[in-house]
């Protein structure tokens, strides 16, 4: 997970996760955590923006770890899809090239966590090698290519959140023993 220097008005600097913001108007002074909705954790009549932090920190990791991983892939079709397609693959799409025999094949969307989806073409054959025997075999080879990404997928989602949970339970550990060892 990101995090960013965050300098205060009065000269404190904290490390600051992507998900919480300082606020810091004439009347309000706390963090404010923003993910799946938002919180503030006010300065309050404390005045210790060490110890709202810690409060909003808390907060986030709890969101964090209430979010299951790899919620953003689509599991069924859209409404709207005009095929009895499962989600991802469309076609058969007709390729008319020039100087070549047109082609039929089918279009997979692999997803691919934290980055760009890939889009693969598995070829069916040509108006004169086209059968109903190759469009089945196109689709069931897309439907596991499809498949195999989609579990890649969900796989590094749950990675990439297990450590984003490590990282915030470490910035959560350093500013709770920073606080522990200030002087009251």
């Known amino acids: 997970m990101k995090s960013r220097e965050v300098t205060l008005p009065g000269g404190q600097c904290f490390q600051v996760p992507q998900g919480i ?3 810091d108007s004439s009347s309000t002074h706390g963090w404010q955590v923003r993910y799946q909705g938002t919180k503030l954790y006010s300065d309050g009549e ?3 923006p060490k110890m709202s932090l810690i409060n909003a920190l808390s907060e986030l990791l709890a969101r964090v770890a209430a979010t299951p991983a790899g919620t953003a892939l689509k599991q069924r079709a859209s409404a709207n899809k005009t095929s009895d397609l499962p989600p991802g ?3 058969p799409i007709v390729r008319n090239r020039p100087d070549r025999a047109p082609t039929a094949g089918l279009s997979v ?3 691919r966590y934290g980055s760009k989806s890939e889009i693969r073409n598995v070829h069916i054959g040509t108006p004169n090698t086209y059968t109903v025997e190759k469009y089945f075999a196109a689709l069931e080879k897309c439907v596991t290519l499809r498949s195999e990404a989609v579990a890649r997928y969900e796989q590094d989602a749950k ?3 297990g450590a984003t949970l490590a990282f915030l339970r470490a910035e959560l550990r350093a500013l709770r023993a920073d606080r522990a060892s200030a002087p009251r």
């Open 21 to 23: 913001q300082r606020i």
């Open 109 to 111: 969307l692999l997803p």
């Open 46 to 48: 404390s005045h210790d």
């Open 89 to 91: 693959i469309s076609g």
């Open 159 to 161: 990675k990439a959140q």
